[in-house]
C-alpha cells in the first residue's frame, strides 16, 4: 500500500494552512508531528475527504483518489480528534451502526466487532452506553470502529490525548497492533508516542512539511548539536534567553540544561544522544 | 463583578445571529406598523383621498388647542348643515369637487364628524362624566360607609381621587397613540429574541463543558450566576428599549405626527376610565417599563426551563410552549372582570393596556390595590420565585453531575 | 441491518421520537374530545328538528326544493293561525276536547319542527344565491374537518423536535467528521436521514388527517362527501370545482407537502447552523412570524414556502370583501389564490425545497466523492435568501339554600327582606337599575361602579335572597366603533354590596394582542338577544327570543332545553320552569330530571307563579284570574271579572279590567276591592 501526496495546498482567508505539501507513505506507522495550527488536522481532514483542497491529489497506490468516489472510503478507517459518539448508544449497538455505515455485511460485521472488542479489552464494556465510558474506552471505542472496515489506512488524529500514561501506552501498543500491513497516520503533538512506534516521521510548521524520515534518520541528523551544560543560577538566565532547551533539572544547587544548537554552547558542556523531542524542538 | 457582567454579556449576546435577528425584527415590526397605519388611519391612501390629511392639518391650526366655545360653535357651524343634510340619507352622494374633501358631502360629513366633532365631543364632556363619576363614588361612599363595608367605602375613595379634576382642555391629534397603545406585535417578537438569546446562557456552559469548571473558581457559583441574570436583565432591557423606541418612532413617522405628547391618557376613548393620571407621552415610557419588565419575567422562565436539559432542543420546545400557553391564557382572560386570573399571568405586564384602560381593584387582605399594581407585585413574585429556582438548580446541577443527572439531561 | 433501520432507530428510539409522536396524538385527540365546538352550534342544539328537514332537501337545490320551502313557510305559518283558532274555538267552547285535540296535534307537530326549519331556511337563503355550486348537506363534520385555517401549534411543535436532531444530533455528538469518511455515511446517510423524515412526516400527516377524519365521523358523521365544496359557507366565494371529499384529500396533499418542505427547511437550517437554538429559532420565525404578522388573513397562502400549503384551506377559498366604513368602497378580507399563482407557488416551494435537499447532501458529501464543482454557499447569506422568498409574495356560586321563585315578566324587578331592585327607566335619566330601601324608603343606584362608560348594563335583575344579579356587555372603543367585548352576570351581596362575576363571555374573538384565538364564535348572536336570565346552584338560564339555554358556570356547556315560538312568559322556581307553549298550555320543565309535562285545564296567555300557586287569566273562562295550587293541582277564582293584565305585591293584586279598562287592587283574602 502506497500513499502519496502531491502539492496539496489550502487557504483559509488568504492565508495557507497547507502549502505545498508533498509526501510518500509505505506500510508501517506515519507519524505527523507538527504544533498546534501546523496544519495536522488540516492534512488528514482533505486526506479524508472532509476538507477540499485548493490544490493538489493524493494517490493510493498511483490511482488518484478523486477518480475512486466511495471505493476510497473503505480503504480508510478514521478516529477524529476529541471523539464524543452517541452518549446516549450502547457500545455493541454504535459498532453495528458503524459496520451498517461502512457497509459490512451484519454477520461478519458482529464478529469483527467482538474481535476487536477483545483485542482492545472493552469486551465487557460492550453493553455500556457511551457517554458512561472513561475517555480511554471512548478512545478504545474509537479504534475499533475505525478498524470495523479492516482499512488498509488507519488515520488517527491526535489519539492518546487527554489520557492517562497507562492508557496512551495500552494505546499505542494497539497502534503498533494495528499497524502490521497497513498505513497507519498518526497526528500528534505527543512526541513520545511517534518515538516509539513510528516508522516515518513528517515534520509540519506553518503548513509545509519541514522535514520527512524515520525517527532514527532524524535523531541522527541532530549528532553533535544536543549538549548538557551544568551552569549556576546566574548563568541559567544567560543560557535560556541564547538558546533552545530541551530540558533542565536541578540538582544540589545545579542545573542540568540540555541545550539544542549547532555549536558547543559551553567549554564544559558534554555532548549528549539526541531524541526525537530534541528533533521536534530544533525544528519548531 | 461589572467585569463579570461584562463578560458575560459580550458571551451571551454579542452575537451576530442576534443582532442580525434584532436588524431584520425591527424592519419587520416597522412593516407591520406601516400595515396598521394603512388599514386604520382616516388618512391613509387606502381609507381616503389625500385631500383629507390636508383639510385636517389645515383645520387643525383653527380648532387644535384648548378647547373654546367660539371653536365649538364654528366647528358646529360647519358640521351641522352637514349633519342635516345627511341626516335621511337622500342626498346626492355624486362627486362635488367644491365639497371640503373633494369627494362629496356624506364624505364631508364623516370627515368633521371623525375627526373633530366626535373627538371634541368627547374632549368637552370628559369634565362631566369625570364629575360624574366622583359624585357616584362620594354617593357610593357614604353608602357603603352606611352599611360596613369599609372595602368598597377605600375603593370609592380611590376612585374618587383619581378622577377629581380629570379634563381634557385641549383638542390634539390623537390618532398615532390610539393605534399606539394597541400594539403588541414588536412584544411578540422581542419574546422569540429573548428565548433565542436566553436559551444559551445557561446551556452554553454545559455544552463547553464549562459547568464544572466554573463551580471550581472563586466566583464561578452564585457569583457567575448572578452576573448572568444581570447580563440577562441588562440584554432584555436593551432590546426591550430598542424595539420600543423603533415602534414609538415608526408610529410618529407613519402617522405624521408627534402631537398630543401632553394630552392625558384619558383623552383616548377606550380609556375612559383609565386608573392612572399620566399624559400620553409618560404612558407610552411607563408602558415600555412595564412591558420591559413582564418580558424580564419571560425571560426568567426561560433561564430556568434551560437549567434542565443540556441541550437546547427540549428546552426551547418547552419554552415555546410556556409563552405560546402563557400569550393563550392572557387572550383568554383580555378584557374579563376576574381580575386576579387575568393579573396573575405575567403576559398581562407585556399588553399592559388592560391594566390602565380599566380601573379594577384587588382585594388584599381587606385593602383595594389597584389591578395594575397587584399584578406588578405578582410578576415581581414570580420574578423572584425564578430567579430562586434558577439559583437552586443551577447550583444543583453542578453538584449532582452524575449519570442521574444525564438520564434528564440528554433528553 | 439496512442504513433506514438504523436510522429510524436513531430518530424514534434514542431521539425519543417515537416518545414525542405518542404525546402529540395523546395531545391532540384529548384537545378535539375536549375542546372542539360544532361550528354551527344551533344544528347541534336543534338536531332533530334539523335532520327531519334536511332528510327531505339534502342534495342539490330544485324548483322543488324551492317550493318546499314556500310550501313549508306557508305550513308553518298557517299552522300557527289554525292552532291559535283552534285554541281560540275549543277556549270558547265551540268545538269539544277531541275535535281540538285532532286538530291541534298535527299542527302541533309541525310547529314542533320549527326551530329546524329557521335553521335550514338560513342554508336555503345561502344555497339559492348559487345554486349550482351549493347543496344542502349537514355542515357541521365537514366545516370542523376543513373550514379552518387554524396552524396546528402542536404539530409545529412536533415537527421541530423530530426534525431538528435529525442533524443537529451528529453536530451536537461530533460524528460529522466520521460519518463523511464511511462508505454510506455522508451523501448516503444524509439521503437516508431526509428521506426516512420525509416518510415519517407523511405518515404522521396521513395519521394526524386520519385522525381528524375519524374523529369528526364519529362526532358527527362526514356524509354526502360527494357534493361541491361551496356547500360549506366558508368557501362560499371559491372558484374551485372539487368536491367536499377531494377538497380533504387534497387539503391532506397540500399539508403533507407543506410539512414535507418544512421538515426539509429545518434540516437545511440545521445543516447551515449546527446549532440546535438557532435551527429552532429561524425555523420558528421563518412559520410564525408570517402567521400572525400579516394584516390580510390570505397573505400568507401568497407567500412561497411550507406555511401556506401546511394551513392551506385559504387555497380553496373565494374572494372575500367587507365594505370599508370610510370610503364606502369594498375591501378585500380574503384574497383568492388562482390555480395559476396557486402552480407557481407550488413550483417555487418545490424548487426551494429541492434546493434545500441539495445543499444538504453538498454538506453531507465526502470531497472526494464530490461530482460538479460548486458554489460556496454561505450560510448567512442562504438565510438571507429564504427569508426574502418567504417575505416575496365560571366557577359555581349560585347561593343554594334559598329557592326563589323567578317570573319572566318581573325580570325587570326583584324584592328581599331589606330592597326592592327594579328598572327604572324615564325620559329626562338613563335607564338604570335602581334599588328602594324598605325601611328608610331611600332610592339609590343599584349598580354601583361609578365608572359607568364603556359598559352596558342591561334592563333585567334576578334576585335569589339576599343576591341579586344583573347583566353587562363591555365595550371596546380601540376602533372607530364600538364593540361588544365581553358578557358578565355580575352577583351582588345585598347586605355588603360586593360584587362578584359569574359568568362571562368573551363576546370579541377578533380583538386579541397577537390573534392567537383566531376561531370566531357562532353562538354570538344568542348571546346579543339575551332578554332575561336566572340561575339555580350549577347553571345559568338565559333567555332568548324563542329558546332558553342552560350552561353550567363551571364547564360553560351549553344546551338548548326549551323551545317556543312567541316567548310569551316563563316562571322558575329553583327547579322547575314554567312557560307556555304554542297551544296556550302551560308546561313544567324539570330541570333535574329534564322532563316536560303539561298542566292540563291551565290555558293562559299569561301567568305569575308564587310558591303556592300559579295565578294566570284563565282563557277558559274569559281571561278572568284563577289561581291554581302547586301542591294539589285545585283551581279557585281570584276576579268574577274578565281581566286585561294584572300583578301584584305583598298585600294585594292589582288587575285591570277588561270591562272598563280601570285598574282595580284586591287584597289577598279577596275581600277588598277598589278602584285605583
Redesign the interface.
Known amino acids: 500500500m502506497k500513499v502519496m501526496f502531491s502539492n496539496i495546498s489550502k487557504q483559509y482567508k488568504g492565508k495557507y494552512a497547507l502549502k505545498d505539501f508533498s509526501a510518500k507513505l509505505e506500510n508501517g506507522v506515519c507519524g505527523i508531528l507538527g504544533a498546534n495550527g501546523a496544519g495536522k488536522t488540516t492534512l488528514i481532514?482533505?486526506f479524508?475527504?472532509?476538507?477540499?483542497s485548493d490544490n493538489g491529489h493524493v494517490y493510493i497506490n498511483d490511482k488518484d483518489?478523486?477518480s475512486?468516489?466511495?471505493h476510497?472510503?473503505?480503504h480508510?478507517g478514521?478516529l477524529?480528534q476529541?471523539?464524543?459518539?452517541?452518549?446516549?448508544?450502547e457500545v455493541i449497538d454504535f459498532l453495528?451502526?458503524?459496520c451498517?455505515?461502512?457497509?459490512i455485511p451484519?454477520k461478519q460485521g458482529e464478529k469483527r466487532a467482538k474481535e476487536l472488542l477483545e483485542v482492545v479489552n472493552l469486551s465487557d464494556a460492550c453493553n455500556k452506553k457511551i457517554?458512561?465510558l472513561s475517555g480511554g474506552m471512548r478512545q478504545r471505542v474509537g479504534i475499533v470502529?475505525a478498524m470495523l472496515?479492516d482499512p488498509n489506512i488507519l488515520i488517527l488524529d491526535e489519539p492518546t490525548a487527554g489520557l492517562d500514561p497507562q492508557e496512551r501506552i495500552r494505546f499505542r501498543n494497539l497502534i503498533a497492533q494495528f499497524s502490521e500491513n497497513r498505513i497507519v497516520l498518526l497526528a500528534t503533538h505527543i512526541v513520545s508516542d511517534i518515538e516509539y512506534i513510528a516508522n516515518q516521521v513528517l515534520l509540519l510548521k506553518e503548513g509545509r512539511l519541514m522535514k520527512q524520515g524515520s525517527p532514527q534518520v532524524l535523531i541522527d541528523g541532530l549528532k553533535e548539536k544536543v549538549w548538557m551544560v551544568t551552569a549556576t543560577n546566574e548563568k541559567m538566565v544567560e543560557t535560556l534567553q541564547q538558546y533552545k532547551i530541551s530540558n533542565m533539572m536541578r540538582d544540589h544547587g545545579k542545573i542540568h540544561i540540555r541545550v539544542i544548537h549547532e555549536e558547543k554552547p559551553d567549554a564544559h558542556a558534554v555532548n549528549v544522544q539526541a531524541n526525537l523531542e530534541d528533533v521536534f524542538l530544533y525544528y519548531f | 463583578m461589572i467585569k463579570l457582567i461584562v463578560f458575560e454579556f459580550q458571551k451571551h449576546f454579542l452575537k451576530p445571529s442576534i443582532i442580525v435577528a434584532v436588524l431584520l425584527f425591527s424592519i419587520l415590526s416597522i412593516a407591520k406598523i406601516h400595515s396598521i397605519q394603512n388599514a386604520n388611519s382616516l388618512f391613509s391612501s387606502s381609507n381616503t383621498t389625500p385631500t383629507w390629511k390636508g383639510l385636517y392639518w389645515n383645520l387643525y391650526e383653527e380648532f387644535g388647542g384648548p378647547i373654546t366655545n367660539e371653536k365649538i360653535e364654528k366647528l358646529m357651524a360647519i358640521y351641522r348643515p352637514l349633519e342635516n343634510q345627511t341626516a335621511d340619507r337622500t342626498a346626492s352622494s355624486d362627486h362635488n369637487p367644491d365639497s371640503y374633501t373633494g369627494g362629496n358631502i356624506y364624505m364631508d360629513r364623516n370627515f368633521f364628524m371623525w375627526n373633530y366633532v366626535n373627538p371634541m365631543k368627547y374632549a368637552y364632556d370628559y369634565k362631566i362624566y369625570a364629575n360624574q363619576v366622583v359624585s357616584a363614588a362620594e354617593s357610593n361612599m357614604d353608602f357603603f360607609e352606611s352599611i360596613g363595608n369599609t372595602y368598597e367605602y377605600k375603593k370609592n375613595a380611590v376612585i374618587k381621587e383619581r378622577f377629581q379634576e380629570r379634563s381634557i382642555t385641549i383638542f390634539s391629534y390623537k390618532e398615532m397613540y390610539h393605534y399606539y397603545v394597541q400594539y403588541d406585535f414588536s412584544a411578540f417578537l422581542v419574546l422569540l429574541i429573548c428565548l433565542y438569546s436566553l436559551m444559551h446562557v445557561f446551556i452554553s456552559e454545559k455544552e463547553t463543558d464549562m459547568e464544572m469548571l466554573l463551580l471550581t473558581t472563586k466566583s464561578g457559583n452564585n457569583k457567575t450566576v448572578f452576573a448572568k441574570l444581570i447580563a440577562s436583565a441588562v440584554f432584555v432591557y436593551m432590546l426591550c428599549s430598542w424595539f420600543w423606541i423603533v415602534d414609538f418612532v415608526a408610529f410618529s413617522l407613519l402617522f405624521g405626527s408627534f402631537e398630543s405628547a401632553s394630552t392625558p391618557l384619558y383623552a383616548l376613548e377606550d380609556f375612559v376610565n383609565s386608573s392612572i393620571n399620566v399624559s400620553l407621552s409618560q404612558y407610552a415610557l411607563l408602558s415600555g417599563l412595564i412591558k420591559t419588565f413582564g418580558i424580564f419575567v419571560f425571560s426568567l422562565l426561560f433561564l430556568l426551563v434551560s437549567c434542565f436539559f443540556k441541550n437546547a432542543l427540549v428546552a426551547f420546545i418547552v419554552s415555546l410552549s410556556f409563552m405560546i400557553s402563557l400569550i393563550f391564557m392572557n387572550e383568554v382572560y383580555m378584557g374579563s372582570g376576574r381580575t386576579l386570573l387575568k393579573i396573575i399571568n405575567p403576559f398581562v405586564l407585556v399588553v399592559n393596556r388592560e391594566l390602565f384602560r380599566k380601573m379594577e381593584f384587588v382585594d388584599l387582605f381587606g385593602y383595594p390595590m389597584i389591578h395594575y399594581m397587584a399584578a406588578i407585585l405578582l410578576a415581581v413574585a414570580w420574578g423572584l420565585l425564578l430567579t430562586l429556582g434558577i439559583t437552586v438548580f443551577v447550583k444543583k446541577n453542578g453538584l449532582s453531575k452524575g449519570?442521574k443527572r444525564?438520564a434528564i439531561m440528554?433528553l | 441491518?439496512?442504513?433506514w433501520i438504523?436510522e429510524l432507530k436513531?430518530m424514534l428510539l434514542?431521539q425519543k421520537g417515537l416518545l414525542y409522536i405518542g404525546l402529540f396524538f395523546i395531545f391532540s385527540i384529548s384537545s378535539m374530545v375536549l375542546f372542539d365546538k360544532p361550528a354551527n352550534p344551533d344544528i347541534e342544539l336543534n338536531a332533530s328538528q334539523y335532520a327531519s328537514y334536511l332528510n327531505q332537501v339534502k342534495g342539490a337545490y330544485s324548483e322543488e326544493t324551492q317550493q318546499f320551502f314556500a310550501n313549508e313557510s306557508a305550513k308553518i305559518s298557517e299552522a300557527k293561525v289554525k292552532l291559535k283558532e283552534a285554541s281560540d274555538d275549543y277556549y270558547d267552547g265551540n268545538i269539544n276536547e277531541s275535535e281540538y285535540i285532532s286538530i291541534s296535534t298535527p299542527l302541533g307537530e309541525i310547529l314542533q319542527y320549527e326551530i329546524g326549519y329557521k335553521i335550514i331556511y338560513d342554508q336555503f337563503i345561502y344555497i339559492r344565491e348559487e345554486p349550482e355550486h351549493r347543496y344542502f348537506l349537514y355542515t357541521n363534520g365537514w366545516d370542523g374537518l376543513i373550514s379552518n385555517d387554524n396552524l396546528d401549534f402542536l404539530y409545529i411543535l412536533l415537527l421541530l423536535v423530530l426534525v431538528t436532531p435529525v442533524f443537529c444530533?451528529e453536530f451536537d455528538?461530533?460524528?460529522t467528521?466520521?460519518?463523511?469518511?464511511?462508505?454510506?455515511?455522508a451523501r448516503n446517510?444524509a439521503v437516508c436521514k431526509v428521506g426516512l423524515t420525509c416518510i415519517t412526516i407523511v405518515m404522521l400527516c396521513l395519521l394526524n388527517a386520519g385522525s381528524k377524519y375519524g374523529f369528526y365521523w364519529l362526532k358527527y358523521g362526514l356524509e354526502n362527501g360527494n357534493y361541491p365544496l361551496q356547500s360549506l359557507p366558508y368557501f362560499a366565494t371559491s372558484n374551485k370545482s372539487s368536491t367536499l371529499f377531494e377538497t380533504f384529500l387534497w387539503l391532506t396533499a397540500s399539508k403533507i407537502f407543506g410539512s414535507v418542505c418544512f421538515a426539509i427547511l429545518i434540516m437545511f437550517v440545521s445543516v447551515l447552523i449546527k446549532k440546535y437554538a438557532f435551527t429552532l429559532f429561524t425555523c420558528t420565525t421563518l412559520i410564525l412570524l408570517p402567521y400572525y404578522g400579516l394584516p390580510l388573513e390570505s397573505s400568507k397562502y401568497f407567500l412561497s414556502g411550507p406555511l401556506g400549503f401546511m394551513v392551506s384551506s385559504g387555497y380553496f377559498r373565494g374572494n372575500e370583501y367587507v365594505r370599508n366604513m370610510m370610503n364606502g368602497q369594498m375591501i378585500f378580507v380574503f384574497k383568492e389564490v388562482s390555480n395559476r399563482l396557486w402552480l407557481y407557488l407550488f413550483v417555487t416551494t418545490l424548487c426551494l425545497g429541492i434546493g434545500m435537499f441539495l445543499v444538504i447532501l453538498i454538506r453531507n458529501t465526502?470531497?472526494?466523492?464530490?461530482i460538479a464543482p460548486r458554489y460556496r454557499l454561505r450560510p448567512l447569506h442562504l438565510m438571507l435568501v429564504i427569508s426574502l422568498s418567504f417575505l416575496s409574495a365560571c366557577t359555581s356560586s349560585t347561593r343554594t339554600g334559598e329557592r326563589n321563585i323567578y317570573n319572566y315578566s318581573f325580570n325587570q324587578s326583584y324584592e328581599n327582606e331589606y330592597y326592592h331592585f327594579y328598572v327604572e327607566e324615564s325620559e329626562t335619566i338613563e335607564t338604570q337599575i335602581v334599588f328602594l330601601d324598605k325601611q328608610t324608603g331611600e332610592k339609590q343606584n343599584f349598580v354601583r361602579d361609578p365608572l359607568s362608560a364603556l359598559t352596558r348594563v342591561e334592563k333585567t335583575v334576578f334576585g335569589n335572597g339576599i343576591y341579586v344579579y344583573f347583566m353587562k356587555y363591555d365595550l371596546d372603543k380601540s376602533e372607530i366603533r364600538e364593540q361588544m367585548n365581553r358578557l358578565s352576570i355580575i352577583e351582588v351581596n345585598s347586605i355588603t354590596f360586593d360584587e362578584k362575576i359569574i359568568f362571562e363571555k368573551n363576546l370579541n374573538t377578533a380583538k386579541t394582542s397577537i390573534n392567537l384565538l383566531k376561531n370566531t364564535n357562532k353562538d354570538m348572536a344568542f348571546f346579543h338577544s339575551i332578554s332575561g336570565f336566572f340561575l339555580d346552584e350549577e347553571n345559568i338560564y338565559f333567555v332568548g327570543h324563542n329558546e332558553i339555554r342552560r350552561v353550567h358556570q363551571s364547564t360553560g356547556k351549553m344546551s338548548v332545553i326549551i323551545r317556543f315560538s312567541i316567548l310569551r312568559h316563563l316562571a322558575f322556581d329553583g327547579q322547575t320552569i314554567y312557560y307556555i307553549d304554542e297551544k296556550s298550555q302551560v308546561v313544567k320543565y324539570d330541570t333535574r330530571t329534564d322532563t316536560e309535562e303539561v298542566i292540563h285545564d291551565m290555558v293562559t296567555q299569561y301567568f305569575i307563579l308564587t310558591y303556592n300557586e300559579i295565578y294566570f287569566l284563565n282563557r277558559k273562562d274569559r281571561q278572568k284570574i284563577y289561581a291554581m295550587n302547586l301542591s294539589n293541582l285545585t283551581f279557585r277564582k281570584i276576579t268574577d271579572v274578565p281581566v286585561l293584565e294584572f300583578y301584584f305585591d305583598e298585600q294585594s293584586i292589582i288587575y285591570v279590567s277588561k270591562n272598563d279598562l280601570k285598574q282595580y287592587r284586591m287584597g289577598w283574602d279577596q275581600g277588598l276591592t277598589s278602584d285605583l
Open positions: 481532514n482533505i479524508v475527504g472532509i476538507l477540499k483518489t478523486k475512486m468516489g466511495k476510497f472510503l473503505s480508510i478514521y477524529p476529541y471523539p464524543q459518539f452517541y452518549k446516549n448508544f453495528r451502526y458503524m451498517v455505515l461502512k457497509d451484519k457517554g458512561a470502529q472496515n | 449519570a444525564h440528554d | 441491518m439496512p442504513l438504523c436513531k434514542y444530533f455528538s461530533k460524528m467528521s466520521l460519518n463523511l469518511t464511511v462508505k454510506k455515511g446517510q465526502n470531497k472526494w466523492c464530490e
